[in-house]
C-alpha cells in the first residue's frame, strides 16, 4: 500500500494488541504509527513535542481514533483537525467501543468521516478491520498531500 501510514489512538493496550493483531491477520502491512493519549495524538498530527521532527507534509493516510482517551479526549482531537487547514482533509475514522447515541452524533457534527464501534468478537473485528483496509486504504482516493498545493 504505497506506504500509507495509519495512525491509531488507542489508550487501552488491550485494544491496540487486538487492532494490530487484527491488520496482521488481514496482513495489512502500512506503518501503524500508535499513540495512547489525545494530546500525543495531536503532538504527532501537528508535529509537536517527541513528534517536533517529524515531516509535516507525511500525514497518516487515516487516523483511526478512539474517543475516551486520557489528557484530550477524542472529540476534541477531532475538533481540532477539523480547525487546522493542513488536516482538515485527513480522514478519520471513529474507533469505539462508546455505545452512547450522543458521542455518535458529536463524531459526525465535528467531522469524522466514519464511525465504528468495536465489536467484542474477534472474528467480526477482523472482518471490520479488513473492510476498513480494503475501503480506505486501497478504495479511497484521499485529499491531495499538503491540504491541495502540489
Excluded at 25 to 38: S, T
Excluded at 123 to 143: H, S
Amino acid at each position: 500500500m504505497q506506504n500509507k501510514t495509519i495512525l491509531l489512538v488507542e489508550d487501552n493496550p488491550d485494544d491496540e494488541a487486538l487492532t494490530l493483531r487484527a491488520f496482521q491477520k488481514n496482513k495489512i502491512r502500512n506503518e501503524v504509527a500508535v499513540v495512547r493519549d489525545g494530546a500525543e495524538a495531536l503532538d504527532y498530527l501537528f508535529c509537536r513535542g517527541a513528534y517536533a521532527s517529524r515531516d509535516p507534509g507525511a500525514l497518516p493516510a487515516i487516523t483511526l481514533l478512539d474517543l475516551k482517551l486520557p489528557k484530550v479526549d477524542g472529540l476534541e482531537v477531532l475538533k481540532q483537525i477539523r480547525a487546522n487547514p493542513s488536516t482538515r482533509l485527513l480522514p478519520v475514522v471513529v474507533l469505539t467501543s462508546s455505545r452512547e447515541e450522543q458521542d455518535l452524533i458529536n463524531s459526525y457534527a465535528l467531522g469524522a468521516n466514519s464511525y465504528i464501534r468495536k465489536p467484542v468478537d474477534f472474528n467480526q473485528f477482523i472482518d471490520a478491520v479488513r473492510n476498513l483496509e480494503l475501503y480506505w486504504l486501497v478504495l479511497n482516493e484521499g485529499p491531495p498531500a499538503h491540504g491541495g498545493k502540489s
